[in-house]
T-cell receptor, first 115, second 113 residues
Framework: ETGVTQSPTHLIKTRGQQVTLRCSSQSGHNTVSWYQQALGQGPQFIFQYYREEENGRGNFPPRFSGLQFPNYSSELNVNALELDDSALYLC??????????????FGEGSRLTVL | GDSVTQMEGPVTLSEEAFLTINCTYTATGYPSLFWYVQYPGEGLQLLLKATKADDKGSNKGFEATYRKETTSFHLEKGSVQVSDSAVYFCALLHAQGAQKLVFGQGTRLTINP
């Protein structure tokens, strides 16, 4: 059984640039969530995708956007990068069970540094 | 809004010591409560959960009881091992709609042999 994989693992961008992070969900999982984890903090919910539609969003501006593909993989896009966007971005997958269970399977994350 | 507060870290213990990591929450209604663990070089993984008041979650020797009266979900283990060294996160979830976990800031635990 293949777990959640994310790419790239590390990347450096400059302020104002755009970035795309990728995630492959665990086999059999059709729901993907994205979280931002700043240094020394707990993860914060960005949004969730199910059946290629966003079906939940946290307190993040519209320059954070995403996609989910028919194979359930997902992308997180961030436009107009700011210094505060420097963080570990976590992808988590879960099987859709008709309700939120909180039982998520996380990848190791993509560490973004904005200079 | 909902929030989770964990005891400040880092926490350093000797092997076989008793562990308690405190967690309190603020939320409307009756959320589900979780402990997630992040071992070095690995992704976050679910350690245990409790979905209603007085429920006890347990796994790998760890336990936590959902206390509605004190809005707490403290993590305990009777005898820790070096392999328990990790960062522990307390979290809550309202089981409606998205898998929107609200996490605490994490507590780094180091166990010395």
């Amino acid at each position: 059984e293949t777990g959640v994989t994310q790419s790239p693992t590390h990347l450096i961008k400059t302020r104002g640039q755009q970035v795309t992070l990728r995630c492959s969900s665990q086999s059999g999982h059709n729901t993907v969530s994205w979280y931002q984890q700043a240094l020394g903090q707990g993860p914060q919910f960005i949004f969730q995708y199910y059946r290629e539609e966003e079906n939940g969003r946290g307190n993040f501006p519209p320059r954070f956007s995403g996609l989910q593909f028919p194979n359930y993989s997902s992308e997180l896009n961030v436009n107009a990068l700011e210094l505060d966007d420097s963080a570990l971005y976590l992808c988590a997958s879960s099987p859709h069970s008709g309700g939120a269970t909180g039982e998520l399977f996380f990848g190791e994350g993509s560490r973004l540094t904005v200079l | 809004g909902d929030s989770v507060t964990q005891m400040e870290g880092p926490v350093t213990l000797s092997e076989e010591a008793f562990l308690t990591i405190n967690c309190t929450y603020t939320a409307t209604g009756y959320p589900s409560l979780f402990w997630y663990v992040q071992y070095p070089g690995e992704g976050l993984q679910l350690l245990l959960k409790a979905t209603k008041a007085d429920d006890k979650g347990s796994n790998k020797g760890f336990e936590a009881t959902y206390r509605k009266e004190t809005t707490s979900f403290h993590l305990e283990k009777g005898s820790v091992q070096v392999s328990d060294s990790a960062v522990y996160f307390c979290a809550l979830l309202h089981a409606q709609g998205a898998q929107k976990l609200v996490f605490g800031q994490g507590t780094r635990l180091t166990i010395n042999p």
